[in-house]
């Protein structure tokens, strides 16, 4: 079975903190991916990734950095988390028929 | 500019009741269209996609959908709701060129089913 591995589900942290979101899919494929969902504004992009060491700033990139040193894992860093980076943060890979497969989100609250 | 419109922020069906939940979108040229679900506090999970063919396409879990090009729309439907259908769903549509292109996703449909 396909699979889309968010390392924490829930995470509170306090204004200023540097924050690392982890994703690791296990299916080999090239592009990831990372969404921030919000009430009422559906699933907006961050940054994808369509290769190693490889990005792409994507709707709303500012105050997120991301990382892709292995194939398979692609990170999300907020530098200086701040209030209204509280969210629902949901990280995708896209299969080479096109769909995405998500993994279970990380849901942060920033204090 | 590419774009998706649910237009329908929530519905409410009864249980047994048909529903139809509706995706407009905006682009180029003809898109992969998705639909996905999204189960309080878990992440989307795919029902279907268009790519290319015939026009009415079959899912997981009984959904349905029919790409109308004329209309630029590509509805869900299901002919009986169960309880367990209450969630949000969200349209999305993608690039036929995929390398380095991400879905662009709808603001999203929460259905409630009442019994």
């Known amino acids: 079975d396909v699979k889309v591995t968010q390392s924490s589900r829930y995470l509170v942290k306090r204004t200023g903190e540097k924050v690392f979101l982890e994703c690791v899919q296990d299916?080999?494929?090239?592009?990831m991916f990372w969404y921030r969902q919000d009430p009422g504004l559906g699933l907006r992009l961050i940054y994808f990734s369509y290769d190693v060491k490889m990005k792409e700033k994507g709707d709303i990139p500012e105050g997120y950095s991301v990382s892709r040193e292995k194939k398979e894992r692609f990170s999300l860093i907020l530098e200086s988390a701040s209030t209204n980076q509280t969210s629902m943060y949901l990280c995708a890979s896209r299969a080479y028929t096109g769909e995405l497969f998500f993994g279970e989100g990380s849901r942060l609250t920033v204090l | 500019a590419q774009s998706v419109t649910q237009p329908d922020i929530h519905i409410t069906v009864s249980e047994g009741a048909s529903l139809e939940l509706r995706c407009n979108y905006s682009y180029g040229a003809t898109p992969y269209l998705f639909w996905y679900v999204q189960s309080p506090g878990q992440g989307l999970q795919l029902l279907l996609k268009?790519?290319?063919?015939?026009?009415l396409v079959q899912g997981i879990k009984g959904f349905e959908a029919e790409f109308k090009r004329s209309q630029s729309s590509f509805n869900l439907r299901k002919p009986s709701v169960h309880w367990s259908d209450a969630a949000e769903y969200f349209c999305?549509?993608?690039?036929?060129?995929?390398?380095?292109?991400?879905?662009?996703f709808g603001k999203g449909t929460t259905l409630s089913v009442s019994s």
């Open positions: 999305a549509v993608g690039s036929p060129n995929q390398a380095g292109t991400a879905l662009i």
């Open positions: 268009y790519f290319s063919g015939d026009t």
């Open positions: 299916m080999d494929h090239e592009n």
